[in-house]
């Protein structure tokens, strides 16, 4: 505790240490009743992870409700590429790399952010014009998509079982400051439909800060000799596998209805994964409705949407209300 309060850097490298230790020294590794061994240990993670990747049947528990949503995404793509997107200049890069942690793993392209830091203005300029690019297509390419995913033991349970791991994928430099420029952008209009109690994916808090109202109702109940019920929800895997289109409906009515939608929503289409386990790499995994393993990111755009507290959003009826924006002279649906 007294590292990190002092020193962040070897507060991290602890933690990394102990979660290297002892992990890639496994023999076998047992997927869905079948037992990988030697070095196809690599194989049965990308068993696990894809099984992991890939919707239920459940996920689409009501069929006319997700063809709802689908038919209003697609208005929602018809509504934003009638907008624009304000430009990326060299302040707006420079600073989003400023907010990106240091001293981290490299990502699948082993590259990380200090090779961003010190190569000078010169690739400044040209990352500037890159982003510009990609803003004016809205598109993401898919290079700037693949993740390295790394099995993490969760240090309970045998380590022999995959179920026993999760995934943590550091994403490409590239989409982190991208994410961080579009972060900065959408937060005000964020903050103001995210739920006051919501700690997770908050600026400024974390989830040590929800312990505080237990701790005051449990010492305040017994003064006052009444009985206290706390219920603790262990939301496991809850968002390993979520279908996209939900989260980018949601998204929109936050209020977020320019381009950057398109970017966000690009982010994550056809994003790729590649595993790492004892030094070597495997490509795996293709998202292509729902989320994959977790991502380790500092702040998704969409992750702080999509939390359990967040407000409910009213519905919208965008096949009736595109056709009055086209008499609006483009304007926002609201």
């Not at 830091?117 to 990352?127: Q, V």
């Not at 970017?263 to 994003?271: D, E, G, K, V, W």
């Not at 009736?320 to 609201?334: L, P, T």
Request: net charge positive; with cysteine.
């Amino acid at each position: 505790m007294e590292a990190r309060s002092n020193n962040m850097e070897v507060f991290h490298k602890l933690v990394q240490k102990n979660r290297r230790k002892g992990i890639e020294h496994i023999q076998d590794i047992n997927v869905n009743g079948a037992t990988y061994s030697g070095d196809k240990v690599i194989e049965g993670f990308k068993e696990h992870f894809c099984t992991l990747s890939t919707l239920k049947e459940e996920a689409f528990s009501n069929p006319e409700y997700h063809s709802q949503v689908e038919m209003e995404i697609s208005n929602i793509c018809k509504l934003v590429d009638q907008e624009t997107i304000r430009p990326v200049i060299e302040n707006d890069v420079r600073k989003a790399i400023s907010t990106i942690n240091r001293n981290k793993s490299a990502d699948y392209h082993n590259i990380t952010i200090e090779h961003f830091i010190y190569a000078g203005d010169n690739i400044l300029s040209a990352l500037t014009q890159l982003i510009n690019i990609i803003f004016l297509e809205g598109d993401i390419p898919t290079i700037l998509k693949i993740g390295l995913l790394s099995p993490v033991f969760k240090n309970k349970g045998s380590k022999n079982d995959a179920l026993n791991y999760r995934g943590i994928t550091i994403l490409p430099v590239e989409s982190k400051i991208i994410e961080a420029i579009i972060r900065d952008r959408i937060q005000p209009k964020v903050q103001k439909v995210q739920n006051p109690t919501q700690r997770g994916f908050t600026k400024g808090s974390s989830p040590m800060n929800a312990a505080l109202p237990v701790e005051e109702m449990y010492r305040i109940l017994p003064e006052k000799k009444q009985n206290g019920y706390l219920v603790l929800l262990d939301a496991k895997a809850a968002f390993d596998t979520v279908v996209h289109s939900h989260l980018f409906r949601r998204v929109y009515h936050a209020g977020i209805q320019d381009r950057t939608w398109t970017i966000i929503r690009s982010l994550h289409q056809n994003a790729e994964s590649s595993i790492k386990w004892s030094g070597k790499n495997i490509r795996a995994l293709h998202s292509r409705h729902g989320c994959q393993a977790r991502r380790h990111t500092e702040y998704r755009p969409v992750q702080v949407i999509h939390q359990p507290s967040v407000r409910p959003l009213p519905k919208y009826n965008l096949r009736h209300d595109y056709k009055e924006c086209q008499h609006k002279q483009h304007q926002m649906c609201r």
